[in-house]
């Protein structure tokens, strides 16, 4: 059917699998004169037995790119851009990664260096729309004092876990966050709590938690009672059926739980229509559930002092909240909340050590998307940089980096796991 229609034939790609290594083949390591990172970072990836090369030659095929650009202190500086990716451009590997790792533009010294950081945005993105066969391409904004805080952004990015994360800028602040005793295990000894658990992308979120080492509660509504229990049991958790929207879910919620980590604000539903079309009980369940539950969840579970020190609140967005989506007012309104919310929060949480963060899945293949007309199917499938839809599991893995321990330094972000989604920002 693809060759059929002249649609383009989407690359496998490489997506984590346990004793697999963090990159597929060696990395290419270069940097602006100057850069204040690439040294730290090569020793990491040494350690933890990636081969760095320092040059291309001839043949070379390498499974990451990774560029130092926070030696750029001005416009013409970023011809080192061109210099590194020009002759490297075509020696990446299917799947492969590009990073390029920079300085926050309102952190920099001056407003000619401001002006060259924020330019690697353009570069980064286009990056990813150019090399095709799956490579992926990110910018790392690491705040001066940071520098100790990138080995958890840095696996997570060139490892399978971020097969569907493209086109994305990230900012790691300015500390040096705790080392998980397992890096395969990071979430041993934590509690986290994933609503929305039945099924779909909550499911994938209580299992990769669990993997990682987490102890699980699952909660969804009574309703969906025999799927959340059949996700429980897999996950060795605690199943918890609960109303978020019910006037007293806070409470017993909060008299339910002696302590968290991790918060996951998966629940979300659609009552999709125009809103010419849309009656006023569609609007405010879609609210309701998808934003409003969950500031008055946050709110009361921080009263209470049961998001415990260095916990992480992550809530699952959507681009449609980046985009916008005819016939989904509501639910854009709803997802776009979570991002304010987020953004709101940031700076309120940081001096308890709790960081929060969200995800903002684009086209993801659950049951509600196999159900669509294979022609609105295909199209958002295609419709990114990677061609083809995402998996839960890609927007479980990208939770559960935000979730890490060793990523105590990143808060107030919105990841989209879209593919690099032609839509939006």
Request: aromatic residues 4%.
């Amino acid at each position: 059917m693809v060759k059929r229609l002249g649609l383009p034939d989407p690359p496998r790609l490489r997506r984590f699998t346990a004793g697999t290594p963090l990159t597929d083949g060696p990395v290419l390591l270069g940097a602006a004169p100057g850069g204040r990172l690439a040294d730290h970072v090569g020793k990491l990836l040494s350690a933890v037995g990636v081969q760095v090369a320092e040059s291309a030659g001839d043949g070379d095929r390498f499974g990451a790119l990774v560029f130092d650009a926070t030696g750029i202190t001005d416009s013409t500086g970023l011809r080192a851009l061109y210099d590194f990716f020009h002759p490297a451009a075509r020696s990446g590997r299917t799947s492969g990664r590009v990073v390029v790792l920079g300085t926050p533009p309102e952190s920099a010294a001056n407003p000619r260096e401001a002006t060259a950081q924020r330019a690697l945005e353009g570069l980064t993105r286009s990056i990813g729309k150019e090399f095709g066969r799956g490579i992926t391409s990110q910018l790392v904004y690491v705040e001066p004092g940071g520098e100790g805080a990138v080995e958890s952004t840095l696996r997570f990015l060139l490892s399978g876990r971020s097969a569907y994360v493209s086109g994305q800028v990230v900012r790691i602040g300015a500390g040096t966050p705790g080392v998980p005793a397992d890096w395969d295990r990071p979430l041993d000894g934590k509690t986290v709590l994933v609503t929305g658990a039945a099924r779909g992308i909550g499911a994938a979120i209580a299992r990769v938690a669990a993997r990682d080492g987490a102890e699980v509660i699952a909660l969804d509504v009574p309703a969906a009672g025999d799927a959340l229990a059949s996700v429980a049991n897999d996950v060795r958790g605690r199943a918890l059926q609960l109303d978020l929207t019910a006037p007293d879910a806070p409470h017993r919620l909060a008299d339910l739980l002696t302590g968290l980590e991790v918060i996951v604000h998966n629940a979300g539903i659609t009552r999709d229509r125009t809103i010419a079309r849309m009656d006023e009980g569609g609007w405010d369940a879609v609210l309701d559930v998808n934003l409003s539950s969950q500031e008055r969840i946050n709110d009361l579970l921080l009263a209470r002092g049961l998001i415990n020190a260095g916990g992480r609140i992550i809530g699952v967005s959507s681009m449609a909240g980046i985009a916008g989506n005819r016939g989904q007012t509501n639910y854009a309104t709803s997802k776009a909340g979570v991002i304010g919310l987020v953004q709101s929060m940031a700076p309120v949480l940081a001096p308890k050590g709790i960081t929060i963060n969200a995800v903002a899945p684009g086209f993801i293949e659950t049951a509600m998307t196999a159900k669509m007309p294979v022609f609105l199917r295909e199209a958002g499938r295609r419709m990114n940089s990677l061609a083809q839809g995402g998996l839960p599991v890609d927007v479980a893995e990208t939770i559960a980096w935000l979730a890490s321990p060793g990523s105590a330094t990143i808060t107030g972000n919105v990841v989209r796991v879209c593919g690099q989604s032609l839509l939006g920002a």
